[in-house]
């Protein structure tokens, strides 16, 4: 089966006064049918970037200068004006951080969902009207009848992310891309908008993007993981594969560095040394290697290709943890 | 599990289990106005009758939602905000009864580490102004002592001393923690409050603060406070956490314990919340989610303030305000139904 989403070589660009900068550079990869994808890094690892090319969305001055997003067999990159609108909202569905800025502050919610239907003309104004109670009580928003009618203010963080998760999927795309959905939300809320999204995609079987820093939803929620690291993907695989085996060092070791509730000991965390990488200023060879403590002299100079590792699992890496004997006692020095 | 009487049950300021207290913290009260005119008598009940100990050199962890009072209740302990009634006791002595010389000589002892280090560093000034400020405010050392001084403290932070001409906008966010950190230490303080000190850090930085505090805390002999929404960081770092709900404190305990069996309903939620980089055991995970949403501090509910939201609540819990009372030896909570969920 084709799948659903197919991005080959994306190169996103920022022309800046000083100079160009390559936020995203050669990133491949595919999104089945139904499938929930994990798209995990730090600031600066063109996670977001290669989020919102999907829809187009990249602000000035950058601009998509390679590659290709292919749906269906229509390439996103090359699509008019009227296709893309079509194709945002209709296809593919984006939810933000910050629900608040997300939402108009002088529309009532009821009204901002409705319009959203109405713009994509899947539906007449009076069918969108009277889907909007349904899709509150889908997004499990209490007394959803009277709710509708308040402002985006009167709902609590977590109930504006819900509104924008209804108007999200209001017009039944097959892909929602869900960007650090549940950042700015309390833990217990964020529990419940994970479970949300995990029902409404087996429900409407649409495929889910979700962008985080955080490892720990990505076991949560994910079939599959993609790791960024300076515009690249150095890691892609079966989240259980990636979890128990990860090969690249900048994996590995992300994964050690975060204090987790079922720790048993209280072992000093492995830090990953440095920065993120400024996209700027990126080093020759591979763009771990000044952090990485596993790296050998090819790393300096001669950047690694994504390369199988084992059956469906890339690493980006010279060495391979696989490789490394006591990796722990290297790390911790 | 004893069968004293109710009269022997120690507060949590009095917790056994500590045996050299440098902070006690009894009946702490802070209200804000809760605007609304100024005729309006309704008040933010932020922090509302706290008692708690932090034992010389332990770190106690501080966890709970936004708009729980967590915050509020580091800034009233350091005295940045006064506080409406209640107690802060610093070696025995009632720090909000202090004014003048003799508080100003215990707050160089007490310093505080802020979440955001993009909006608590002065962007005007150079980093070795703002590390070395406290020792001229305090009028501790100057000159060429002052500069020695914070050469030292930017090296055992690890920052480059050389880079003390530099000024906050030239680190990125990990390195300006540091500067923040370095800036707490320079006084050499006992006692440090950090409200949310990663919570803003990329989170390959985050582990770098997190064994830098615990590296200095070894190293000088400090005593924390770590306040924080991230259960699981804060568990990591602290010796024993208290777990915070809408102005009050529910539950207290060594960290091993509140995340093996927590007591109190509210601390159970918390930590079934909590997502684990594991998919296997994320698999068996299953949060209990809470209904309906936080009460407003302005107007709390009545009794037991969890129990609009509880999973176990009973009639008794909207009559009866349980206290925070020891149920096992060092383990406290405010449950009249501990242990149950």
Redesign the interface.
Known sequence: MAPLLRVQDLRVQFFTSGGVVNAVDGVSFDIEKGEIVGIVGESGSGKTMTALSLLRLIPEPGKITNGRILYGDKDVAQMTDEEIREFRGNEVAMIFQDPMTSLNPVLKVGFQIEEAMAAHRRFTRQQAKDRVVPLLSRVRIPAAKDRVRDFPHQFSGGMRQRAMIAMGVSNEPSLLIADEPTTALDVTVQASIIELIRDLSREMRASVILITHNMALIASLCQRVIVMYAGRIVEEGPTRAIFKNPQHPYTWSLLRSIPRMDERSHDKLISIRGLPPDLGQLPPGCKFHPRCRFRIDRCLTEEPPLAEVDPGQLARCWVLMKNIKDPESIAQK | MSEAQPAAKPPPSADPTIKRPLVRVEKLVKYFPAGGGLLSRSVVHAVDGVDLVIGEGETLGLVG??GCGKSTLGRVIVRLQPATSGSVFFRDVDMTKLRGEKLRRMRQEIQMIFQDPYASLNPRMTVGDIVSEPLRNFRVARGRKAEQKVQEVMRVVGLNPNFVNRYPHEF?G??RQRIGIARALVLNPTFIVADEPVSAL???????I??LM?DLQEKFKLTFLFIA?????V???SDRVAVMYLGKIVEIGPSDAI?DRPLHPYTK??????????????LE?K?I??K???PSPVNPPSACRFHTRCPIAQPICSEVEPPLEMKETGRFAACHFAGQL
């Open positions: 939602e936004s990125s990990g390195q990329d989170v390959s930085i985050q582990a770098q997190v064994n615990e929404h991230d259960l699981s960081v568990r990591h770092i995340r939620v918390l930590e079934s919340s909590v997502p684990v980089p594991d998919p296997d055991l994320e995970r949060p989610l809470l309906g949403e936080i």
